[in-house]
Each structure stands twice: as C-alpha cells, then as structure tokens.
C-alpha cells in the first residue's frame, strides 16, 4: 500500500461504519482494519478462487469480516475470469501485456 491507512486516518479522522474491500487477495489490511475501527463489518470481495481459501483461513480469527467469493461487474452475465500466476493481478479484462511481461 502506497500511503498507510493509519496515516489517512490520523490525517482525515475517518469514521468507518464498513468497509467494502473489493480485489481482497489474501486480507494484508485486516489487522489494520480491525485496529482502527474494532467491531465495524469488513467485506472482503475477491473473485480468484485460489485467494479466497488463503483468504477464509486468514480471517478465521476476525469476527466481524466477511469474504463474498465473487466478480464484481456491471454486466448482467457471466464473465470470463483471467487467473495471473502472481496471485495479484487476475482480472475479468484480458492480460494483454501482462502476458509477455509476467509471463
């Protein structure tokens, strides 16, 4: 993460009812989440099934975080989900360079 979320609450004083994290890969923020804001609904989205199951194991000890397995589009159909092999870049868009890049 380019900039803390504890440096972007100490300057904004952000008040969280919830957090909707979309692109979850395996939950690196929730202790911080669970730090600034204890006891709010954390949403961890993340559509790469391979993360998801690194992902339940990780916030087993979380009780207010949820992970929602899922794309998120705003097509009413079913997409074609590109896996990456970093684990961090998969995508419903095509890799494009991605591909020669990080093979």
């Not at 993360?51 to 705003?74: F, I, M, P, Q, W």
């Amino acid at each position: 993460m380019l900039i803390s979320l504890e440096e972007l609450q100490s300057e904004y004083s952000i008040n969280a009812n919830g957090v909707l994290h979309v692109g979850a890969h395996y939950g690196e923020e929730a202790a911080v989440y669970d730090k600034l804001w204890p006891g709010v609904k954390v949403f961890w989205v993340e559509a790469d099934p391979n993360s998801v199951r690194v992902l339940r194991k990780k916030l087993r000890g979380y009780r207010n975080h949820v992970v929602v397995a899922e794309v998120v589009t705003d097509m009413i159909k079913d997409v074609e989900f590109n896996i990456a092999n970093n684990g961090e870049s998969s995508s419903m868009l095509e890799f494009g360079t991605h591909k020669k890049e990080h093979p």
